[in-house]
């Protein structure tokens, strides 16, 4: 994955003209330099743990950026928000967490009752079938300075699990972080399911998105290809859907 999709998110929020909805927000990595760049995010977060450290992080940014961003600690499955998001991100393979597709059809469900007519949005995920040579092996993931004098790191091994018709792996992450306030390590162990773009675009279809392209990378030009890192699908309601909602507005709102 690496942390360098931070960039490719900041392009996005600043071309979106409404507030943001992360689902699976963990302790921000995201979500700061999303609001920092002037977005209003709203940080959905399943793990206490991990939304506890998102809000403590917050506590160190400057009123405007700490104004900009909700967490809301829940299970984004059964979130139901009155507000409709110009841009609604699933980042760093958060929807692969969900190991059938069943279940990621509900994580599309929810994005479709939360998007804007007007809206777009992206869901990123790493790119098919794993070489065989990358399982069973630590492999360097990224690291990213987070704050002042706080470094991070993150190793991951896969390995497969369960019946190879399932597409399913384990992910392990082992994340190191210095800071001056000491040093901590820790694991996190999670079934993944992996997809193919074809497969992926068939599961956003059928959940009632055009899927406008899958980008390969993070520079959000080139479509996807076999030798391609990431699977970035770009997500918007139908043509029906979209000028549907711009009938029924009234004239002097459009
Ligand atoms: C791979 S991390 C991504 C964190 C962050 N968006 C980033 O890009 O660094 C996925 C996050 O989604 C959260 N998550 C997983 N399943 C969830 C669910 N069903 N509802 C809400 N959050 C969930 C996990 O706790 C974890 O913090």
Same mark, same amino acid.
């Given at each position: 994955m690496g942390l360098v999709d931070i960039p490719y998110y900041q392009r996005l929020v /600043? +071309? +979106? #003209?409404?507030?943001v909805l992360e689902l699976g927000a963990g #302790?921000? $990595?995201?979500?700061?330099?999303?609001? $920092?760049?002037?977005?209003?995010?709203c940080a959905v977060e399943r793990d206490p743990a991990m939304a506890a !450290?998102? $809000? /403590? /992080?917050?506590?160190?940014?400057? =009123? !405007?950026v700490r104004a900009r961003? =909700?967490?809301?600690?829940?299970e984004m499955c059964s979130l139901r928000l009155p507000t409709r998001f110009m841009l609604v991100i699933v980042p760093a393979n958060t929807w692969l967490l969900f190991p059938t597709a069943a279940e990621r059809a509900q994580v599309l469900a929810v994005i479709h009752a939360h998007l804007h007519p007007q809206g777009r949005a992206v869901l990123d995920i790493f790119n098919a079938t794993p070489d065989e040579r990358v399982l069973d092996r630590w492999i360097e993931d990224g690291h990213a300075a987070l704050d002042a004098g706080t470094n991070v790191s993150r190793l991951v091994r896969l390995r497969r699990i369960g019946q190879p018709e399932l597409q399913q792996l384990e992910l392990t992450s082992r994340y190191e972080v210095d800071?001056? $306030?000491g040093s901590l390590r820790w694991e996190q162990t999670q079934p993944l399911a992996f997809l193919t773009p074809a497969q992926g675009r068939a599961e956003c279809q059928a959940a009632g998105f055009e899927v406008r392209h899958i980008h390969g990378d993070y520079t959000g030009r080139t479509e996807v290809g076999p030798h391609s890192p990431r699977q970035l699908y770009q997500l918007r309601l139908p043509i029906g859907e979209r000028t549907a909602a711009l009938r029924s507005r009234p004239k002097e709102d459009r």
């Amino acid at each position: 994955m690496g942390l360098v999709d931070i960039p490719y998110y900041q392009r996005l929020v /600043r +071309a +979106a #003209t409404g507030p943001v909805l992360e689902l699976g927000a963990g #302790t921000g $990595r995201l979500t700061l330099p999303l609001a $920092r760049v002037g977005a209003t995010v709203c940080a959905v977060e399943r793990d206490p743990a991990m939304a506890a !450290q998102l $809000r /403590r /992080r917050l506590d160190d940014e400057s =009123e !405007q950026v700490r104004a900009r961003v =909700e967490v809301i600690e829940a299970e984004m499955c059964s979130l139901r928000l009155p507000t409709r998001f110009m841009l609604v991100i699933v980042p760093a393979n958060t929807w692969l967490l969900f190991p059938t597709a069943a279940e990621r059809a509900q994580v599309l469900a929810v994005i479709h009752a939360h998007l804007h007519p007007q809206g777009r949005a992206v869901l990123d995920i790493f790119n098919a079938t794993p070489d065989e040579r990358v399982l069973d092996r630590w492999i360097e993931d990224g690291h990213a300075a987070l704050d002042a004098g706080t470094n991070v790191s993150r190793l991951v091994r896969l390995r497969r699990i369960g019946q190879p018709e399932l597409q399913q792996l384990e992910l392990t992450s082992r994340y190191e972080v210095d800071s001056p $306030r000491g040093s901590l390590r820790w694991e996190q162990t999670q079934p993944l399911a992996f997809l193919t773009p074809a497969q992926g675009r068939a599961e956003c279809q059928a959940a009632g998105f055009e899927v406008r392209h899958i980008h390969g990378d993070y520079t959000g030009r080139t479509e996807v290809g076999p030798h391609s890192p990431r699977q970035l699908y770009q997500l918007r309601l139908p043509i029906g859907e979209r000028t549907a909602a711009l009938r029924s507005r009234p004239k002097e709102d459009r």
